[in-house]
């Protein structure tokens, strides 16, 4: 008992004292009620002796799906309310239920269930072991606190945004798919791909004649090859932006955790093309997957996505150095040689990043352009001003600001292809297919 109790107790008995000298039968009677109370409350005990046994329906899921939370609470000793407050993290979203709940400890042990329902909105590793209570005397003002731990974790991983919309497409797409992306190291085979100009490098015997003698008739003096699919796989390298630039937005909907679900459907959809696909970040956090093929190579980008929202990184606080896309492509520069890859940069673009951004694409370039088209680069620029939006006025200031972007990266949309998604409004899937022309 803390001791305010036994000063209040001391008090009130010698008012008892006081009122029998006095002879005041009042003063008896508002000192002795109390002090009975008191004394009553003495030995009555708090709720003690609590359990939790915690439960949860999947220990994997994605983002976005529901989890089903349940814990089995026993008291066994003491008298009193019970408070339960069951802890989840902050990227957890209450949908159904509720993870508070009070109860009335009497003379017999007292089991109850907690039920409720969350939804994750950030990938990564979270634990959800901690659950709080609290109980209060039934007399005085007194309580206790104390915490049961469940050994329980749950892996969130990024949702799959499907693309399979795409397939099927003509190899003319502004869009560069595998068919952007071919190894120049492997042996030619007699698969027939496209028609296209002479290349410096190219052998003689792959010129088409009869289309390069029509060519001469119309005023075209180049010459024209065949070009066969060559055998090996197709490079695809994923450049992710981790810098502050990507934490915009709000818990449920942000910025990066769109980014880190982008990375996850376009590795899917290149390794599920037979593609060698690697996995690159620049910013404040420095995450490397080498290149690789298969399923394997797909769990070992998701395993590095989820650590990017891991709740275990945010607990440090040493500032990290900031590396620029220009300095991880030259630092990479070896392993583009020989290859024409496609080069995929997920980002958001703003006015402290576009001179970086512009410097990374001039070098990209070197290693992807070929006869004079577009080189093999594709910007994905995530625009997330419409994820803080409450009012109307601030939807009219993010349109403002989305067109100021859109003058700011004229001269970038010109030199690569440029994907502008806004997952506010659209699907990757449809933000992808807007840029689809039709082949000449």
Known sequence: MPGYIFKLGAIFLGLILAAFLLANNILIAV??????????GYFVEVPKEIRVKKTISKNRARVGELLSISLDVSVESGIG??????VINGSFELVEGSNFHVVWKGFSPKTFKINYKVRCNASGTYSLEETKWRTKHPVCNYSENGVCHNNISVQIVPRLLELHKIRGLAAKSRVPMPQGALSTLGMTTHEFKEVRLYYPGDPFKSINWKVTSRNLFRGKVYPVVNEFEREGKKSVYIFLD????????TKSRNVIEYSIEAVNAFADYYLAQNCIVSLISFGSKKIVVPAGSGKMQYHRILRELMRIRDNTDDRKTVKKKVTSLAEIIYSNREHFVGVRPLFIVITRFCGSNSEALKKAVEDMSKYTVRNGNLPS???????????RIKKDIEKQAANLIESFMNIMSKELRNRCIWIDWNPARESLTSALLKQVVTAR
Do not use: R
């Not at 000192?31 to 009553?40: F, G, R, W």
């Not at 981790?242 to 937005?249: D, H, I, W, Y």
């Open 31 to 40: 000192s002795i009620i109390p002090l009975c109370l008191m004394a009553a």
């Open 81 to 86: 309310p019970v408070i339960i407050c069951d």
């Open 377 to 387: 680069i594709m910007m994905v620029n995530i625009i997330g001003y419409e994820m």
């Open 242 to 249: 981790t810098s502050p630039t990507m934490n915009f937005g």
